[in-house]
Structure formats: structure tokens, C-alpha cells
């Protein structure tokens, strides 16, 4: 492997943790974060 | 054929699921605010699920894949440079959170604010017409990778992607941005499974050495060089830094994410975080597309060489799962893009040849009809439109077409107080003619005088543009201080 593919290798490994770690951290928060949104929306709109 | 029984259970269990969810979101949708920017109440996890959904489509797969399979590593450079700007518009908060303080729903609403109502319809002209071309090609793109993965023909692709788009038209003409925060969540878990089921059966069957090899031996060092690959060079690299620090901050399907969240500090974490996945968003699917190189090497057709490869490693069951990844990831981008430019267009188009804005319900009613004719030019579009050069560099010219005007306007807006309305009229009318002469020019280039030629060259159009509207922002401003005085911003909120 060349120096420059091996460069972009790693580069790619780091990007890719990064974006798949940080989607996993999402995909659980995003759960609370969604009933958070409809609770309160739900809330607004039952207010006479 | 490539895709079994399984495969489809999957791709309509993931289809109705998708109907069913936008069309229930719509109970929550009471007045503008709810329909354009859901209520303001996004956070930050779901506000990061639904940028990275809105920003991934298929065809950005497509586009990366080609740029990976055409030009090896050295297109990854792009990854690095989106991650620098998109992450430093989130630490900074430049241009974003000035708009989420201002509590603006679309980007033109600023130049009224700042400028005037006449700037604002100059500006969401620019902004429509620079977008709505931008998607113009995204159903093409789409069409070949489905096409590719799933092993049917052409027609077959045409009625999966009709029956798509119909979809996503129906649950975004009714819940708006709800319906696509909520939506855009379920997505991009889905796009992230299949992404990773791709990248996964990539290592698995494509070695990294034999990649390296076909790079170098196809490519030599301008395939892991950028500054000596012929497609990029110095220009390229600066304009799609400059480029992309305006469309972190100012692509309207992507800001009014900041927009939608609950505080500005939020809109500037959100973007932060974001910006952290973008070199992945570009790195792996170049990699998919440099794994096809050693797969096939050359003599395929550029575009349809990641999802042919795609389409042979991925098992069956597991490719029902990357097609729904796929759709979900098309999906999460054209609804959001629609409401983006039917929002634009009801609101800063239509709106503004009045003297004063229409009734929210009025407003609601015209970006619901405007969000459906988008959809339908969308497939009519689609089907004729031959993109010059490479579909990223066609895709970032287009932005540029808007973004490097809005660019002048908008931070001079916010950061310089001398900016005034020939400034921004200026800057959007001079951002928008190098994109523009490019696409008019550049299918006859044989015809046009030598010293005309550059403009046939994407990248210094796409340089240019963003020269040009900095350019037209300040002297136009300067000369026309005592004949146009500057307005001042409204005093705004703060968190």
C-alpha cells in the first residue's frame, strides 16, 4: 500500500467512527428528544 | 435480478411505516410555526438526526461514489473540508445563530429585516431558482442507483421512485416539518444500518491493498494528491471550503434545522456536532466507490459503478436493508427540500409581491400547493436534464448559484454595518451570474470567443461566483452610502 492510500486509510477509519459512533449517541437521544417534542406540541395544541 | 422475496418485505414494511408516521405527525401542526419550523422545539440529538438525514441523500451517495471511483482518495479531501466548515459554523455560530435570534423562518426574510421587501423577493427568486435545479437532478441519481443495487431495468426503478416521491409529497403537503422531524429521526437510523451494512460487505470482499493498487496504477499521484488530481487543483479546494462554510450556514433545507431549534445555543450544537459526521458522509461512500475501481476497474459508467458493486457483494436480506437505508436517506432529503423551496416560494416569492404578508392559513395553504407542483416538476425534470461535468460539481454550482450572493448578504447583513440595499442586490445578482453563464454557456463552448472560456470551467465558475458577490456586497454598499442609507436589525432575543 502506498504512503498517500495508507494516509487516506486511516483518515477514512477516523471518519467513519466519528460517524457512526456519533449516529449511535443520536439514535438513543433522539428518543427522549422526539417524546420531548410531541409532549410539548401535544401540550400547546390541547391549551384552549 | 439482485433482490429476493426478503428484500422487498423489507423495502414496504420500511415504505408504509414511513407513510404511516408523516401522515400521523400532522395532528400536531396548529399554526405557521408548527408547519414551517416545528414549533421551534427541536433539540439537539433529533435536531442532529434530522440535519445528517436531510443532508444524506441517495444522490449523494451517487455523487460521492463517482467522485471515489473517478478520481480515488483524492476526493476525500472534500470530507475534511465540509467537517472544518460545517463544525466551525457550530462552534462560532456564524451566520446561524444571528438567524435563529431573529426567529426568521426562511433566509430572505433577513434581507427584509435588514435590507428590504424588494431585496427579499430578489433573494428568494435566486434562492428558489438556484434550488429547486440543485434537486432537479436528484431523482436521476437515485433512479440509477436503485437500479444498479436492485437489478431491475429502468422501468421497473421509475415506479419505485414515482411511488417515493408521491409519498413523501403527501406527508409533507400535510405536516410539514413536523412530519419530517419526525420521519427524518426513523430515517436516518435506517440510512445509518444500511450504510454500515455496505461499508461492512466492502471490507469484507474488496482488500485494501488491491484498492490502493488500482488507485495508483490508474490514477498515479494525482489519486491520492488533490492538488495534483486535474479534476481538483488549488481552486477547486478553496472554493468548496468558501462553499461550504455558506451552505453550512445558509442552504435553506439545512439552516432551518437551526431554525427550528429551541434556542440559538442549540442551533450551534446541533451544527457542531453535525459537522463532525460530515467527513464520514463523504468519506465512505468514496470509499464504496474506490473499492468499485478495484472491483471492475475502469470503462464503466461513472455513476453506476459503486451501487453495481454495491448491488453484487451486499447478501440478499441484508439488500433490502441498504435499499430502505437508501429511500429512507432519499426520502429524509426531498422532504425536506421541498418544504424548504415551497416555503421560500409561498413566503418570499408569492408573499412578496404583496404589500403585506398573506394569513398564516393563506401562507400554509400556498406552500402546500407549491411543495406538490416541486414534486411533480421534480420527475418531469428529472427525466430529460443532462448534467455537465461531474454530478458534485453540478451540485455545488447550483448552490453556488444562491449561496455565494446570500453569502454577502447575510454576513454582511449581521457583521457590517454599512451594508445597504444596492449591496445586496449587487451581491445576488453578481453571485448568481458565473453559475448561471456556466450552465447557459458551457454545452457551447466551441462557439464562445478564447478569452470566454473560463467560464466553461466549474471550478473557477464556482470561484467566481463567491469573488463576485463579495465583490458587488462592498462597492455597492460603499458607493451608495448617502443615496440608499443601511438599516439597522431589530433588537432580538437572547439565551
Redesign the interface.
Known amino acids: 500500500m502506498t504512503s498517500g492510500a495508507l494516509f487516506w486509510t486511516i483518515t477514512f477509519a477516523v471518519a467513519g467512527v466519528l460517524f457512526f459512533g456519533i449516529a449511535l449517541v443520536v439514535s438513543i437521544g433522539g428518543i427522549s428528544d422526539l417524546r420531548d417534542l410531541l409532549g410539548k406540541s401535544g401540550r400547546r395544541k390541547s391549551k384552549p | 435480478m439482485n433482490f429476493g422475496t426478503i428484500d422487498w418485505v423489507v423495502t414496504i414494511i420500511y415504505l408504509v411505516g414511513s407513510v404511516v408516521l408523516g401522515i400521523w405527525a400532522k395532528?400536531?401542526v396548529?399554526d405557521l410555526a408548527?408547519y414551517m419550523v416545528?414549533?421551534r422545539?427541536?433539540?439537539?440529538?433529533?435536531?442532529?438526526?434530522t440535519f445528517?438525514a436531510t443532508e444524506l441523500g441517495t444522490v449523494t451517495f451517487v455523487y460521492y461514489g463517482e467522485l471515489g471511483y473517478v478520481a480515488g482518495?483524492a476526493g476525500?479531501i472534500i470530507?475534511?473540508l465540509a467537517?472544518v466548515a460545517y463544525s466551525t459554523v457550530g462552534q462560532t455560530g456564524f451566520i446561524i445563530e444571528g438567524l435563529r435570534r431573529h426567529r426568521v423562518m426562511t433566509i430572505p426574510e433577513f434581507y427584509e429585516l435588514r435590507y428590504s421587501r424588494r431585496v427579499r423577493l430578489l433573494g428568494g427568486i435566486v434562492l428558489f431558482l438556484g434550488g429547486v435545479l440543485n434537486m432537479g437532478v436528484f431523482l436521476v441519481f437515485d433512479g440509477i442507483f436503485l437500479s444498479e443495487v436492485m437489478g431491475f431495468g429502468p422501468g421497473a426503478v421509475a415506479v419505485i421512485m414515482t411511488v417515493m416521491i408521491l409519498i413523501v409529497i403527501a406527508y409533507t403537503i400535510m405536516g410539514g416539518m413536523?412530519s419530517i422531524?419526525?420521519t427524518d429521526?426513523m430515517q436516518?437510523?435506517i440510512l445509518?444500518i444500511g450504510?454500515?451494512v455496505a461499508?461492512l460487505a466492502v471490507l469484507l470482499r474488496v482488500d485494501?491493498?488491491s484498492?490502493?493498487t488500482a488507485?495508483?496504477q490508474t490514477l498515479g499521484?494525482g489519486?491520492?494528491?488533490p492538488f495534483v488530481n486535474p479534476r481538483f487543483g488549488w481552486t477547486f479546494v478553496v472554493w468548496v471550503l468558501v462553499s461550504s462554510v455558506a451552505a453550512g450556514a445558509l442552504w435553506q433545507p439545512g439552516t432551518s434545522k437551526a431554525l427550528s431549534s429551541e434556542s440559538p445555543a442549540i442551533a450551534k450544537r446541533m451544527f457542531f456536532?453535525t459537522g463532525?459526521?460530515f467527513?464520514?458522509?463523504?468519506?465512505?461512500p468514496m470509499?464504496w466507490g474506490v473499492a468499485a475501481l478495484a472491483f471492475y476497474g475502469t470503462g464503466l459508467p461513472t455513476t453506476a459503478a459503486m451501487p453495481r458493486l454495491l448491488g453484487e457483494i451486499v447478501p440478499t436480506g441484508f439488500l433490502g436493508l441498504l435499499v430502505a437505508g437508501m429511500l429512507a436517506a432519499s426520502m429524509s432529503t426531498y422532504s425536506a427540500y421541498l418544504l424548504a423551496w415551497s416555503s421560500v416560494l409561498a413566503r418570499d416569492i408569492v408573499g412578496c409581491t404583496r404589500t403585506r404578508d398573506f394569513p398564516e392559513a393563506t401562507t400554509v395553504a400556498v406552500t402546500r400547493v407549491a411543495a406538490g407542483a416541486i414534486g411533480i416538476f421534480l420527475l418531469v425534470f428529472g427525466l430529460w436534464y443532462k448534467i455537465p461535468d461531474t454530478a458534485f460539481q453540478y451540485i455545488y454550482l447550483t448552490g453556488a448559484m444562491y449561496t455565494s450572493g446570500a453569502l454577502g448578504c447575510v454576513a454582511a447583513g449581521l457583521y457590517w454595518p454599512r451594508a445597504n440595499n444596492a449591496g445586496a442586490y449587487a451581491a445576488l445578482l453578481l453571485g448568481a451570474a458565473a453559475p448561471a453563464g456556466f450552465l447557459l454557456l458551457e454545452k457551447s463552448r466551441d462557439v464562445l470567443p478564447g478569452w470566454l472560456w473560463f467560464i466553461t470551467d466549474v471550478n473557477i465558475a464556482g470561484m467566481l461566483s463567491f469573488a463576485l458577490a463579495a465583490l458587488g456586497m462592498v462597492l455597492g454598499s460603499l458607493l451608495t452610502q448617502r443615496s440608499s442609507p443601511p438599516r439597522s436589525l431589530p433588537s432580538v432575543e437572547h439565551t
Open positions: 395532528r400536531y396548529e408548527g416545528a414549533g422545539n427541536v433539540k439537539v440529538y433529533l435536531g442532529i438526526a445528517v482518495y476525500f470530507g475534511i467537517l413536523f422531524v419526525i429521526y436516518f437510523v445509518t450504510m454500515l461499508t485494501l491493498a484498492m490502493s488507485v495508483s499521484a489519486g491520492v494528491d456536532w463532525l459526521t467527513a464520514g458522509r463523504a468519506m465512505v470509499f
